[in-house]
């Protein structure tokens, strides 16, 4: 009530002439089952769907939060400078800089520019991860500039947006060192070590390095995993470095890229029909320059986020077989038909009950 009314109140500030006697809740009966409707609509058209991406993750509220309740804050940080060895080149390293060491056990690659040529012979070739015994392969990606520093950058696809993208071009594991509130989390590692083992050169608990950081949380690993790269000198430097950290709007901690299974929305297709209607000239824009904006903002537009971690809101209209398969229904009567035609027993399904869709009225207030 009191989101609702300052919402209320601001839209009268504003001059609107709105029949007040039709004020909606978002909760109310009829409008959840609207968005529930729409929910598996949108899912039977393949608009909605499941996937496992990067999402800005807030570690304190423990859920994903949208790009609109991430608030840059310029921090004073540090860029360290790590030496990576060189597999089969006994004294040559390559040298990644980072603001976030405790990433690096979740790397997967190192890329270089393709017309590099302080790196030409190297691409292909691999680089022994520190502490993890990894090798982790020399890529040739647009991504890194010989302009910044060596030239050469850490891949962690599951913990950096940028770094997603590289490894989805580059097929390269992503491999998850957090748990959902932050602390460092080996079990990714050693799943991954299990899969792969030819991947690695040692077990990569081998010495307990893995042990020591497993639990901890990310800064207080961040500041071991420094003395630990020290110790073995592969700590190239370390220089003073301002720059932008995203914090949760709300939980004022810092947000993590985190890669997790969410539910979203196919935005680029919906946003397809908006586009047409400027560029046919059925909507305009006063002044005209702010169409610029408008296209370069849907023509890049990204998968929709819609799931959120939360206990109250919109309940995901989802419910799951133990093969996997999910049926997405109005109901839960409905989901057991659907199983039911896969010859899947009622008592065998279970809801997403850990997953509410994201009010967006109760957001904005």
Known sequence: EESGGTIVNQLKRLGASCDWSRERFTMD?????????????????????KDKR??????????????????????????????????GADGRFIVVATTRPETMLGDTAVAVHPEDERYADLVGKFVILPLVGRRIPIVADEYSDPEKGSGAVKITPAHDFNDFEVGRRHHLPMINILDAEARIDVSGIQDDFAARRDAYVDDPDFG??????????????????????????LLEKIEPHPHVVPHGDRSGVVIEPWLTDQWYVDAKTLAQPALAAVREGRTGFVPKNWEKTYFEWLENIQPWCVS??????????????????????????????????????AENLTGDEAQALIDDAEKRA
């Open 29 to 49: 009966e009829g409008l959840s089952r609207a968005v529930l409707k729409v929910f598996v609509e949108l899912h039977r058209a393949g608009l909605i769907y």
């Open 54 to 87: 990067l999402v800005n993750w807030d570690p304190k509220l423990v859920t994903a939060i949208s790009d609109l309740e991430v608030q840059p804050v310029e921090t004073k940080g540090n860029l360290w400078h790590l030496r990576y060895p060189v597999e």
């Open 208 to 233: 307990g390095v893995l042990t020591l950081l497993n639990g901890t949380d990310r800064f207080v690993a961040r500041k071991q995993i420094v003395e630990l790269l020290t110790n073995l000198d």
């Open 308 to 345: 959120r971690q939360l206990w109250w809101g919109h309940q995901i209209p989802a419910w799951y077989d133990p093969f996997g398969n999910v049926f997405v229904e109005l109901d839960e009567d409905q989901a057991f038909e659907a199983a039911l035609a896969h010859n899947v027993g």
